[in-house]
């Protein structure tokens, strides 16, 4: 079964600082991956998606995230954080099997909190 | 445009209500979700439609009923919930079931009095 692990349920950073949300995945065939993020009583925006084209991806508001096979991972990064990007974190795998549901598995969530 | 609306933003009910939550997406799209969220956690799926059918029923109570009128709406049917059904209510929609990005709504948030 597919799985999402991410390291760090709360991660701290300076404006302007990098920031770094780490994402571990498991799959028995090469998935797709996604990176949503989640304002206060909002809902959930796509930042960007790996679908086995490009291994670095850019996403929206400055994001990218980069597939690493070799280490099963689609880490988030942003070269200089802004006070905008406090918000909740989720990576998604998708659901690649036999069944195509088209389900997504998602990781437990990381709170970016961005200190002035 | 991407975009999913949801109403009502936030409802309020009690035990013995019934209720509805509504979805709609003008993107073509042919599958839809319905997600539930608790504070603090990941989204986790109920339901999945596609091309109008329901696909996958994540083993929800039968106090949600879905509903699919056309390829554009998505209903949630509430019928004597309970306080721990409280949640954010998301809905989504993706092109289809292989095209993996879905597109999520802003949310009902229900309280169950």
């Known amino acids: 079964a597919q799985s999402v692990t991410q390291l760090g349920s709360h991660v701290s950073v300076s404006e302007g600082a990098l920031v770094l949300l780490r994402c571990n995945y498991s799959?028995?065939?090469?998935?797709?991956l996604f990176w949503y993020v989640q304002y206060p009583n909002q809902g959930l925006q796509l930042l960007l998606k790996?679908?086995?084209?490009?291994?670095l991806v850019k996403g929206i508001n400055g994001f990218e995230a980069e597939f690493k096979k070799s280490e099963t991972s689609f880490h988030l990064t942003k070269p200089s954080a802004h006070m905008s990007d406090a918000a909740e974190y989720f990576c998604?795998?998708?659901?690649?099997?036999?069944?195509?549901?088209?389900?997504?598995?998602f990781g437990q969530g990381t709170t970016l909190q961005v200190k002035p | 445009d991407t975009e999913v609306t949801q109403t009502p933003k936030h409802l309020v009910m009690g035990m013995t209500n019934k209720k509805s939550l509504k979805c709609e997406q003008h993107m073509g799209h042919r599958a839809m979700y319905w997600y539930k969220q608790k504070a603090k956690k990941p989204p986790e799926l109920m339901f999945v439609y596609s091309y109008e059918k329901l696909s996958i029923n994540e083993s929800v109570p039968s106090r949600f009923s879905p509903e699919c009128p056309n390829s554009s709406l998505l209903n949630l049917h509430l019928h004597a919930l309970q306080p721990e059904d409280s949640a954010l209510y998301l809905c989504?929609?993706?092109?289809?079931?292989?095209?993996?990005?879905?597109?999520f709504g802003p949310g009902t948030r229900l309280t169950v009095t």
């Open positions: 790996y679908t086995s084209a490009a291994t």
């Open positions: 989504a929609s993706s092109q289809g079931l292989r095209t993996y990005e879905q597109y």
């Open positions: 799959s028995s065939v090469p998935p797709y």
């Open positions: 998604a795998v998708s659901d690649k099997g036999s069944s195509n549901t088209g389900k997504l598995i």
